[in-house]
């Protein structure tokens, strides 16, 4: 129920901080005094309301996934949109370990390619040698915007890879992306 409650508020929040002018170009047929309101007519505002609106979608795991030494997907989301305009896309996740005392990070990212890295969207937690032995986790987020050029279907990841020799894995990971026309 609390993953449910965490997507709706993200989409709620976005929404209600976006807000978009219809103008007069965006309706093709002026109106006129006297004329009548036809479905045909109605259609066309809803096309031009429906231009112009923000879109958001999230995905979760459930599932913990091992990181490797590699940069691979922990999940992703995929947002289709009806122009040109910016994508910003949100991931989160627990991190977790079992330290054994040695030097280890765990780095995730948000990348619009399966399986890589950006820079700009990285999250890093590492905890340094002589830390004692068992378990210990953090929350760690990532943000960053995307420019996209058109219409269509565009997928975004949240990545992760761990360094040094022992295992992080990412939990309970969320990733929301929310388009805001041009």
Known sequence: MLKQIRIVTVIIVALTLYSQSIVAGDITT???TGDTLTAARMEEIRDAINANMPVARCSNSVFS??????VS???????TVNGPGTVMVTGS???S?????A???GDIYISDTSDTSNSNARRQWWVPAGMPNGSTATPAQVQTTFTVPSAGTYTYYLTGMHFYSTVVTANKSV???VFTPD
Not at 65 to 70: A, I, R
Not at 97 to 101: A, E, H, L, R
């Open 65 to 70: 996934t091992g990181l490797t030494t590699t």
């Open 30 to 32: 002026p109106f006129a």
């Open 97 to 101: 370990v079992t330290s054994t005392g």
């Open 103 to 105: 030097v280890w990070e």
């Open 175 to 177: 990733i929301c992306a």
């Open 93 to 95: 996740t627990s991190l």
């Open 73 to 79: 997907d922990i999940t992703s989301v995929s947002v």
